[in-house]
């Protein structure tokens, strides 16, 4: 009841992180109450999140990149017309 009370929080805060562990939870309950069916429905929710985790820690790194490598070309250019 926790585990599902976890999941529907977090689904209406849309925190993946916390969804992830809170199907775990569901997952490793019902694989252990022998229910493998809606075992297997959590656990295949759980790797869908671990992937969107993944996607979009990726996708801030690469923004990350591109404004530092954009800052890093104006000061670049900065530098040398200082030079100059």
Same mark, same amino acid.
């Not at 009841?1 to 939870?25: I, M, T």
């Not at 019902?30 to 790797?47: P, V």
């Not at 671990?50 to 990726?58: L, T």
């Given at each position: 009841?926790?585990?599902? +009370? +976890?999941?529907?929080? $977090? /689904?209406?805060?849309?925190?993946?992180?916390? &969804? @992830? $562990?809170?199907? *775990?939870? %569901?997952? =490793? #309950?019902? @694989?252990?109450?022998? /229910?493998?069916?809606?075992?297997?429905?959590?656990? =295949?929710?759980? %790797?869908?999140?671990?992937?969107?985790?993944?996607?979009? !820690?990726? #996708?801030? /790194? %690469? %923004?990350?990149?591109?404004?530092?490598? $954009?800052?890093? @070309? /104006?000061? $670049?250019?900065?530098?040398? !017309? &200082? *030079?100059?």
């Amino acid at each position: 009841d926790y585990c599902h +009370g +976890g999941l529907l929080l $977090a /689904k209406e805060v849309g925190a993946l992180k916390q &969804q @992830k $562990a809170a199907c *775990e939870c %569901i997952y =490793e #309950t019902h @694989k252990a109450n022998g /229910k493998s069916a809606s075992a297997l429905e959590y656990h =295949e929710q759980m %790797i869908r999140l671990g992937d969107s985790i993944n996607n979009s !820690e990726n #996708t801030r /790194k %690469i %923004i990350q990149l591109d404004m530092q490598y $954009a800052f890093d @070309k /104006k000061e $670049a250019i900065a530098k040398a !017309e &200082q *030079e100059k």
